[in-house]
């Protein structure tokens, strides 16, 4: 399944949203990274660039951009008391990603240890 998709199928009403690689921030000691995230006003999802340099499934880089239109579909259509809702609407949507418990085993058992290398 690509970003096309996962539009096509799930979120056919929803504007128009880049998808985009972030660039590198700060480097340095760091507790956590967001992995990706939503800006409305720029209609834009941003993907993390660790998740393009280490051994990431792509099934769970599918998933975090499922994750992140569940956000643009609940504020475009205003649904969203804001953008960092996790709500049962919120809920109930990212659960019809066809391989949400595969990706959240994945997330549980797997990410941390890359995390922890990478983020040394």
């Known amino acids: 399944m690509n970003y096309q998709n996962i539009l096509h199928e799930f979120f056919p009403t929803l504007p128009a949203i880049k998808l985009i690689w972030g660039k ?8 956590s990274i967001r992995l990706a995230s939503f800006w409305p006003r720029k209609k834009e999802i941003i993907i993390h660039p660790f998740l393009n340099e280490n051994p990431i499934p792509l099934f769970y ?7 992140e239109l569940c956000h643009a579909y609940l504020i475009f259509t205003g649904k969203a008391i804001n953008a960092k809702q996790h ?6 949507l990212e659960n019809q990603f066809p391989q949400i418990e595969k990706a959240m085993q994945w997330e549980k058992n797997d990410l941390p240890s890359i995390l922890k290398d990478s983020l040394k």
């Open 61 to 67: 880089i599918e998933y975090l951009i499922f994750h």
């Open 24 to 31: 590198h921030g700060k480097y340095g000691k760091q507790k």
């Open 87 to 92: 709500g049962p609407e919120f809920s109930e």
